[in-house]
């Protein structure tokens, strides 16, 4: 089963959709503890300049061999960086846990000052002889583990009743000093020693503490934002951040960096940025969202942010693991998503996240290392690359000796060829020498020598070093990699293989990983350390092939939304229109729409460029016309609203249409004929990459059309005047 989300969608705030695609940053180097006796480490992390502390815990058994006597002791250790590698400098003070009164571990550090909270806080700064312990007052509650720092004052979210919060400055006479206590509701339950502060952030002369529920009406979530006028922090807020109208998640995660406040969101919205508006208090200004959004990375499960970065910890589907996404504040002050930080190995990083500058540390990994990141200076991505031969006799492409490519017709449109079946043939297409790398093509075999293939390749560099994906007559298909003229098969799997058919098959080198897709299915994935760069190109062993519709980009498949609706959830779908939209009780369960009174649309999915649509859809019944009436239903992309969109439709008269709205207005871009029967599945496509739009249904390419009327929007379903059941949806970004 794919995905589904249960939500409610918000309508009213847009975040604003990416232009240029996140880079993928792997991690520099990865470290554990330097002392085997202290397994428990690294749950947090800070990172200052050339330095680090990290968290450690060790367990001192009882003799007797109760482990309820067991005695267990906080510290952190002091790294410094050498490269890209960190080295412990020393082991800061230990405490012994009070078994009745535990208080989780923490750090945070800032510009020559760290703070370390055990059973005790303590506060550390850089002095010309190293780091030296700082005399402290420090009176805590309850603190939790929520330490951060800023302009030489910490936040620390404290309380065993309130969601309360404690401010750390020095004085004049060098001592630290609790100077505020920051007062928040009661939560829920009351009061408990057991019961630790929640979430806290401090940005410059703001502070912000999370009141995940509290005893009034309702227990609704709330993150309260309290101000130092200049003479010391208040006690009580200055204002507060609430959820908005049909808001499904509202934290616990939050962070601030004035004017902006985070609060973590669910996946239809996002994380929220609330701004303050003079006479309106903290209103919802932005959300920012990764484009797999709906697939689970909405909610952010951690964050650390710098002036111009916010880092978020979430998941993604498509990698299948836990990702830092990195998001860049534009001059707009909107966010765009720059760039997302993956382990090599696939396995998921923790929410522990520390930065500065461009360094990235990441902890609570669950393995007990802390991986180690550098984010780009630059971060453009390079620009997708797309060709439909529909001019030229390949231009662009270099060909490899004694191969036969050149462009040929396919249908009313024009493919690129290679017919001589005695060697290995290559066209190689200049441009594309990208580090992270995906080519998709419809390919088809035409004829195969025995044990032959076609395919496509990346991170070509020359025959002794590429990786490539070949579909052989064997019926299974090839993930490869050549190193230094050694020939290596990463991944292979059975795959039916149909001469003449066309696939649409996907070939990625997103730093470590590669993967392949075959008509939007994930098929094959490896792990492989290799050429790091090179060019996209096709490729034939021992045979004639084709290919048509290539499209070269920066990035991994990203799964805008998927559902097979299997589990009986609809999902987080806009409906417009008159419609009665739901998921049949039947098996196969599929999401039908039965009235025929009308328009009817559902629409989902972060809005973005470069899409691909597909669905399996089947008509229940046209309305009988009227007029000039002509029922259709079918597939929509680029979606901003219900006046503006592409389309697909399957007509009472029999016709396939491309059509566009625009303000209202419609324009047929291509039609042609085409029976629709009632109770048949027709599996539709709809492409809208650049300026070209593609409409296939099974394999077969049965419309195009060159327009620029719309450049982003979203996907969905749309139909007039007919019922209808859909399957299968995938919308994702080539």
């Not at 609430?242 to 973590?264: L, S």
């Not at 491309?658 to 027709?682: E, H, I, M, Q």
Request: charged share 20%; with cysteine; proline share 5%.
């Amino acid at each position: 089963m794919l995905v589904i989300v249960r939500a409610a969608l918000l309508t009213g705030i847009c975040c604003a959709a990416a232009a240029a695609r996140p880079v993928t940053v792997e991690q520099l180097s990865s470290f554990g503890t330097p002392d085997p006796l202290y397994t428990g480490f690294a749950t947090d992390v800070a990172i200052d300049g050339d330095y680090a502390l990290v968290t450690a815990g060790r367990v001192v058994q009882d003799p007797s061999g109760d482990p309820f006597l067991d005695e267990n002791f906080h510290t952190a250790f002091l790294f410094q960086r050498n490269g890209t590698q960190w080295n412990a400098v020393r082991r800061l003070n230990e405490h012994r846990e009070d078994p009745t009164f535990e208080i989780p571990v923490a750090v945070a550090m800032q510009n020559g000052i760290a703070g370390v909270q055990t059973h005790f806080t303590e506060i550390w700064e850089l002095t010309p002889s190293g780091w030296v312990q700082s005399p402290d007052e420090l009176a805590t509650e309850a603190p939790g583990p929520w330490l951060a720092i800023d302009q030489g004052r910490f936040v620390s979210g404290d309380g065993s009743g309130p969601w309360g919060g404690r401010i750390f400055d020095k004085d004049a006479s060098g001592v630290w000093r609790t100077s505020a206590e920051l007062t928040g509701k009661t939560r829920g339950d009351g009061n408990d020693d057991e019961f630790r502060g929640g979430p806290a952030d401090i940005s410059g002369p703001w502070a912000i503490l999370q009141q995940q529920d509290a005893q009034d009406e309702p227990m609704t979530p709330e993150t309260l934002i309290y101000r130092d006028p200049g003479t010391g922090f208040d006690s009580l807020a200055y204002g507060s951040a609430r959820p908005p109208e049909g808001a499904t998640r509202f934290g616990p995660e939050v962070a601030i960096r004035w004017p902006d406040v985070f609060v973590a969101g669910g996946v239809e919205a996002g994380t929220y940025v609330f701004r303050e508006e003079p006479a309106h208090g903290f209103q919802v200004a932005t959300r920012i969202q990764a484009l797999d959004s709906f697939m689970g990375s909405g909610p952010a499960t951690g964050f650390a942010k710098t002036d111009d970065l916010l880092l978020q910890h979430a998941w993604s589907h498509d990698r299948n693991a836990f990702v830092v996404n990195v998001f860049s504040r534009r001059d707009d002050a909107t966010y765009e998503h720059v760039a997302a930080l993956a382990l090599r190995n696939g396995e998921s990083l923790g929410n522990s996240l520390s930065i500065s500058g461009r360094r990235v540390l990441v902890g609570n990994n669950g393995n007990g290392l802390v991986h180690y990141f550098e984010i780009p200076a630059s971060l453009a991505s390079p620009a997708l690359i797309q060709d439909t031969f529909a001019v030229g006799n390949g231009l662009g492409w270099t060909t490899s000796a004694g191969s036969q490519f050149f462009t040929a017709p396919r249908g009313n449109t024009r493919a690129y060829r290679q017919l001589n079946l005695n060697v290995v043939a290559r066209a190689v297409r200049s441009g594309s020498d990208f580090r992270s790398q995906a080519i998709e093509a419809d390919l088809r075999a035409i004829n195969v020598s025995s044990g032959g293939g076609v395919g496509l390749v990346t991170r070509f560099q020359g025959p002794d070093n590429f990786y490539d994906v070949i579909l052989r007559t064997s019926g299974r298909i090839e993930l490869r990699r050549m190193a230094s003229g050694t020939l290596r098969v990463l991944a292979s799997a059975a795959y039916p293989f149909v001469p003449n058919r066309y696939f649409r098959v996907r070939l990625e080198s997103v730093g470590t990983l590669h993967r392949v897709h075959v008509d939007g299915r994930l098929v094959l994935d490896a792990d492989s350390s290799g050429p790091t760069h090179g060019h996209a190109a096709l490729v034939t062993d021992r045979a004639q092939g084709e290919w048509d519709n290539v499209v070269i980009s920066p990035t991994l498949h990203t799964t805008i939304y998927a559902n097979d609706f299997a589990d009986g959830e609809a999902g987080p779908w806009t409906h417009s229109g008159i419609g009665f939209w739901h998921v049949s009780t039947t098996s196969p369960q599929v999401y039908s729409q039965s009235s025929i009174a009308g328009d009817a649309r559902a629409s989902i999915g972060v809005p973005t460029g470069d899409q691909s649509v597909r669905v399996r859809a089947r008509l229940d019944t046209f309305a009988n016309p009227s007029g000039v009436q002509d029922p259709w239903f079918g597939l929509m992309a680029r979606r901003t609203d219900d006046s503006n969109f592409y389309y697909v439709t399957l007509r009472r008269s029999n016709r396939i249409d491309l059509r566009k709205v625009v303000n209202g207005s419609v324009t047929v871009l291509a039609s042609r004929a085409f029976t629709v029967a009632p109770a048949t599945w027709y599996r539709l496509r709809l492409d809208a990459v650049g300026n070209q739009l593609r409409v296939y249904v099974g394999a077969n390419l049965l419309l195009e059309a060159t327009d620029a009327s719309h450049a982003s929007g979203n996907s969905g379903l749309v139909m007039y005047r007919t019922a209808a059941d859909y399957d299968d949806f995938l919308a994702y970004q080539p």
